[in-house]
């Protein structure tokens, strides 16, 4: 079980390639076994702030979402960068059967959608909420990051202030 979150720290975007941005400067916070849940609606940008995470990480390939094929794997700075999408999964148990314990032993886990996985998901480092900005246009998203640890929050902190 993961306690509850114990600080939150939030920025905003403007497009896209923001988005991408500030999510390759908050790999610099990651760490190998994290796991990463990324909420927010159908569009809010989980994938593309998965793009830019792995960016952030040095995987130079194309990051699509892993919407049909559940996850995806690639080679970064970190060891294996596993990014999930567990929309489609009915069930926790299905989401225990993907061994993600395991696969993040090697690197780091971004799971989308894994507010609904969370009990299946073990120990969760960051929580990455995307949003629309209110009041804000077709283009604005709030990111709020939040986490339990205190070491983590500053090492957060630092990433996102380094714009
Ligand atoms: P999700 O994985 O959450 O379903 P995607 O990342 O696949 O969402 O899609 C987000 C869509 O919103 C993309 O078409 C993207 O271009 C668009 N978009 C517009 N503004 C932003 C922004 N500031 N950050 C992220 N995506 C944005
Ligand atoms: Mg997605």
Redesign the pocket.
């Known amino acids: 079980m993961t306690p509850e979150p114990s600080w939150e720290l939030r920025a905003q975007?403007?497009?896209?390639e923001?988005?991408r941005d500030l999510a390759a400067r908050l790999a610099t916070a990651a760490r190998r076994g994290d796991v990463i849940v990324l909420q927010?609606?159908?569009?809010?940008?989980?994938?593309?702030?998965a793009q830019g995470f792995a960016r952030g990480l040095g995987v130079t390939g194309p990051v699509t979402?892993p919407t049909f094929t559940l996850v995806r794997q690639y080679p970064c700075a970190l060891g294996q960068l596993v990014h999930v999408d567990v929309y489609r999964l009915d069930h926790l148990a299905e989401v225990a059967d993907l061994g993600l314990a395991d696969l993040v032993e090697d690197g780091v886990a971004l799971v989308?959608w894994g507010d609904v996985a969370r009990p299946a998901l073990g120990t969760v480092t960051l929580t990455v909420s995307?949003t629309g900005a209110p009041g804000g246009g077709?283009?604005?998203?709030v990111l709020a990051v939040s986490g339990t640890d205190e070491a983590r929050r500053s090492a957060v902190a630092a990433s996102l202030g380094a714009a």
């Open positions: 975007t403007a497009s896209p923001d988005t927010g609606a159908l569009g809010a940008g989980k994938t593309t702030f979402s989308e995307i077709d283009t604005e998203r």
